[in-house]
Structure formats: C-alpha cells, structure tokens
C-alpha cells in the first residue's frame, strides 16, 4: 500500500480523493499497488466530513512520516505552496501539483531538486487541467521539434467569448452570469485580463524549449475590452473571437503571446466552445495534432492529477527525466510577429487608406458611425505605426 498526502482540500484537493475513491480498483490495478490518502493538509476543519480524520494543519507532519510517499498540491499560489512542496521534496517525497502560478514560477527548480532526490515532481493538471499535454510533450512528442503551440486554455474566457457570440450579449452581462454559474471567480482578474492563460503558455514554452521562459516576459492582452459591436463584426466575417494563448518558433528563437483572435471557420480551435479548452500542436516531423476535452472544473482536474500519482507509483524508485533548465530563454520580440488586423475607427476612409494603404472594409448589421476594416499582413511594430496615424482607433483585434 502506497500512503499519500493532499495539501489543500478546496474543489481540486476534495476531488482528487473523490477520484482516488470513485476508482480505487482500477487505480490499484494501474499503478499495482493501493493507493490509499493518510493526511489532508488544510487550515479548516471539515466535521462530519469523512476526511475529518486526516486532517492535519502543520505541513510538518507530512515531512516528517517516512510512511508519506507521494504528496498531491492543491492549494494555488505560489506561497506558501512553494515552501511546502520544496520541503516534501527535499524530505524524499514525489510531489505532483495543479498550480499553475507555482510551476510558471519554480517549476525548474523544483524539476531541479526532484532529480537530485530522485524523486518526481509532476504538473499535468498545471497547464489544460483535465486535458493530457505535459505527458505527451515530455514522451510522445520527443522525436519532433516543436514549431508551434496555440491553445484556448482558459475556461472562463471561452465560456465568456461564446456566450456573448451565440447570444449577442455585453462583456459585464457575461462575466456577471459566468460568475452566478461558478466558472469566474468573485475576483476574475487573472482570467480575464490574460494572466492565467499567459502562466500556462510560459509552461508549455519552457517545457519545448527546455529552459526558463518568464511569464512576465510574454505580451499579454485579455478579453475586457471585447464588445457586442466586435461579435456582429466578427460574425460579418463569419469568424470567432477567441482568447488564444501563443506560442511559436521564429527566426532567432520562440516567441509568446496572449490575445484575442479572430479564427475563421477552418481554423482547429474554431469550434471550441464553453468551458472546454483545446491545444494545437504542431511538430516538424508530426505536423498538426490537437488535444482538446475538458479545461477546468473539479473532477477533469482531479484526473489529471491522479493520472500522476499513477505515474508516481510506478516509478517510485526513479526520477522521470524532464528538460527545463533554470537558464532563462530570451523570447523574440513579439512586435516581429506578422498578423493580419481587424481595426475599428471612427476615422474617415482618406486617413485610414493613406495610414494602412490598401485594405477591406467590413460592415456589421447594427454598428454604425464608425469604419471596421482589415488590414494587409503586416508585423506588429508597422501596424503601431499606422495605428499612430489615425486619431481614434475604438478597437483593434489580430486574425488568425
């Protein structure tokens, strides 16, 4: 029997030991032996909860039982999160996670300090939540050269984006409905505004590169000034707009963003709809593949991490190798990259021909006093340039 610890007993904590029950048998089948949770680290108390009995409030108990083999954090943040997790590790315990601002964070330190241990320190349910990409990018992908990565990775947003896209909505009547539903939170910032998104593709760079990509350094933009007027334009042009976090190979390196976008119709991620999350995948020898399925939500998650703690117990005496360097990866200057752009503008047609030179107008049913028009495929630094030289630009969305 292979004992067990879950640092934090919120809705993925509650629901990894729900899978751990739910599955037992098939579990214990997988990983060849039981695996059973002896400790639950929290700092409340959950009477009549038949967990109540193993909760446990000072990390230190788990650090210090030898009987603790695999300890599962589920607390978010980065601290105290980190101190815990370094302890577990440094005390000879395999540790798999699903905190994504703690892996974006540390992640090659801890890969770092796991390997020295030989033990594992593991983060599938960090990035697509019940969607497998750290697995398949460490194993499956390894013959390719990774040249891209674009994911809808963010259940809030694309629940959001949908939303006001089939119904036509503003973007505060949607965040207040995804918050009565319980798919934002109460303070939606890191959703909203990219952040969460941009932390997951910072994962997904370093592991491809193998060295330390800085979330900080990656151009990020959220969904917050997304408009009804923007929706009707985009349907106009039989396209949707999606938050996508980017990830690509260019001349001199990789470069990162985050930011919304107009996919057309043929587009993989198109039809990615709700609370689901899709990744795109393209290898130089493979070519496209896509992950797609569940992004969040209790039980997706909590799969995800037990799926690591069966890997953990299979490999209990062996550190599973994984490339992520602490030498930081300089990313290209996404002003480099090359898009075209949708641009609205209440400016007259003269100026926006001589700033951008020749491009296509859009009209949208309902939206008037004002010019929506795309742009010829340009980099990001020229369209700044002609942005510069219109008076007012109300809105200005990339297409993929």
């Known amino acids: 029997m292979i004992k067990a610890a879950i640092m934090g007993y919120g809705t993925v904590g509650s629901g990894v030991a729900e899978v751990l029950d739910i599955n037992r048998s098939s579990i214990t089948k997988r990983a060849g032996e039981e695996i059973t949770v002896k400790y639950v680290l929290d700092l409340r108390d959950f009477p009549g909860d038949p967990v109540q009995d193993k909760i446990v409030h000072d990390y230190q108990t788990i650090v210090n039982d030898p009987e603790v083999k695999i300890v599962v954090e589920t607390m978010g943040g980065v601290e105290p999160a980190y101190t815990f997790v370094k302890a577990m590790l440094e005390a000879g315990k395999h540790v798999t996670t699903s905190n994504k601002a703690l892996v974006a964070a540390k992640g090659a ?3 770092a300090l796991a390997k020295e241990k030989n033990v594992n320190f593991m983060f599938e349910a960090s990035v697509g939540g019940g969607i497998p990409i750290i697995r398949p990018l460490n194993s499956s992908l390894t013959a390719d050269e990774i040249e891209e990565i674009t994911g809808i990775v963010n259940g809030t947003t694309n629940y959001m984006m949908t939303k006001m896209s089939e119904e036509g909505l503003e973007f505060d009547e949607v965040l207040r409905d995804a918050q009565e539903k319980g798919y934002a939170e109460k303070d ?21 590169c193998g060295q330390q990509v800085d979330f900080e350094d990656i151009h990020t933009e959220g969904i917050t000034r997304i408009s009804a007027a923007d929706i009707k334009y985009a349907r106009a042009m039989g396209r949707a707009i999606k938050l996508l976090a980017c990830s690509k190979k260019a001349e001199g390196g990789y470069v990162a963003m985050v930011a919304p976008f107009l996919l057309p119709q043929t587009h993989p991620l198109y039809s990615v709809s709700g609370v689901f999350n899709a990744i795109f995948v ?91 028009f795309l742009t010829e495929c340009m980099s990001e630094a020229d369209y700044e340039k002609c942005a510069a030289q219109l008076d007012v630009v109300l809105q200005m969305i990339r297409v993929a």
């Open 188 to 208: 939606p910032t890191a959703d909203i505004e990219g952040y969460d998104a941009c932390r997951k593709i910072a994962i997904l760079t370093s592991l491809v």
């Open 109 to 111: 330190e801890l890969i």
């Open 282 to 372: 393209h290898g130089n020898v493979l070519g496209d593949a896509m992950f797609y399925g569940s992004g969040a939500g209790k039980l997706p998650t909590a799969s995800a991490v037990v799926s690591d703690v069966v890997d953990i117990a299979k490999h209990l005496d062996v550190n599973i190798a994984v490339e992520w360097s602490s030498r930081k990866l300089e990313l290209v200057d996404y002003k480099s990259l090359k898009n075209r752009y949708f641009v609205r503008t209440t400016a007259e047609k003269a100026a926006v021909e001589q700033a951008f030179g020749s491009v296509e107008y859009v009209t949208a049913e309902g939206v008037t006093g004002e010019l929506g």
